[in-house]
């Protein structure tokens, strides 16, 4: 009896580690599967990503890009990574050194995506230095694809241009209804210009906020035709550049040539010294801002009796092409061209 005891003492560990060493094999096969199930999710958004692109005019392009289910340190890694339009009169692009994406070993689902601190952004000809002190990107998704995204930027610099102190984007399903709604949240704070022209306003834009929900698509990287016929609301609007502050809700619509318009109703503070500001720099039409002074004139309110703020609501619509208020044009690409003006 006594020498049974003894062999089973002498083969317990052994069994135990035994099992131990079976039990994590399995969990490591398990998340190696996953991770390679991952990286294959991971190939597919990414091309899905490529062809929404393509049908907006853009495409990405890098040195060199790397998968890997067995690494637990990197999924994805892309050397070189830009980001350009095909539209070569009005050329933009941006380009980052690195960028690598990876995953929990368990969890293949929640992506922690690591940006290079340093970036080149291009408008036609002219290129500039930009850099944030920290960069953090979290992006998950299901077998429908991505639905939650969180960008966190600070202290992001574009050199000679602006510095913002915070950037947030975020991407989010609304699960709450039977219809398919994807909330987006953009809220950049403290942007400082480091230009010697203002164009008449502060040297910083203490607020840029938007908040705009896309209904009836199926991701949040959805295709061309899928945005089109997407139903997009901007619940919230908000710029705070003194002497403006202005919050503005409503819809965005595409036009005949598929370029995204904002229209909105929009109530600012400020807004009539504002036209001052941005016309006498040349920024807006001058003339298309003395128009709409007159009709803003007779429509202004004040908003405590006795003080010198006075409160506007007015029509606004922003187009890449083209700003308007009140049905009057204040600003086109057509006329920059023609003027050099910026």
């Not at 942007?191 to 906020?209: D, F, G, R, S």
Request: with cysteine.
């Amino acid at each position: 009896m006594d020498a049974l005891k003894q062999l089973q003492k002498k083969l317990t560990l052994p069994f135990l580690t035994g099992c131990g060493v079976f039990v994590l094999g399995l969990l490591v096969m398990w998340g190696m599967l996953a991770r390679a199930y991952g990286v294959e999710c991971l190939k597919t958004e990414l091309n899905k990503m490529v062809t929404t692109l393509n049908k907006y005019g853009y495409d990405i392009a890098y040195d060199n890009i790397k998968f890997s289910s067995v690494s637990p340190f990197k999924m994805m890694e892309i050397e070189n990574l830009m980001l350009y339009s095909f539209d070569k009169q009005n050329y933009k692009a941006v380009k980052i050194p690195s960028l690598s994406v990876n995953a929990s070993l368990w969890d293949y689902r929640k992506l922690n995506v690591k940006i290079a601190p340093q970036q080149m952004w291009s408008f036609g000809d002219t290129d500039y230095q930009a850099e944030a002190e920290t960069s953090d990107m979290l992006i998950s998704f299901d077998e429908n694809g991505m639905y939650n995204l969180l960008l966190v930027m600070n202290n992001y610099q574009i050199n000679g241009v602006a510095k913002a102190k915070t950037i947030r984007i975020a991407m989010q399903k609304d699960d709450t209804t039977n219809e398919y709604i994807m909330k987006n949240f953009w809220d950049i704070r403290n942007v400082k210009l480091l230009t010697e022209n203002t164009w008449n306003m502060a040297n910083e834009i203490e607020e840029l906020y938007a908040d705009f929900e896309i209904k009836e698509t199926t991701n949040i990287m959805p295709s061309g035709d899928e945005i089109r016929n997407a139903h997009i609301d901007v619940n919230k609007f908000i710029i705070n550049w003194k002497p403006l502050v202005m919050v503005a809700r409503g819809a965005v619509e595409f036009d005949d040539a598929n370029k995204p318009v904002a229209k909105l109703i929009s109530t600012s503070k400020e807004l009539i010294p504002t036209l001052d500001n941005l016309a006498k720099a040349q920024v807006i039409d001058s003339k298309g801002a003395f128009v709409a002074k007159i009709i803003l004139g007779k429509k202004t309110q004040q908003i405590i009796e006795g003080e010198d703020y006075y409160t506007i609501i007015s029509p606004l619509e922003i187009s890449p092409d083209k700003i308007t208020l009140e049905s009057i044009p204040l600003w086109t690409t057509e006329a920059v061209v023609q003027t050099g003006a910026v």
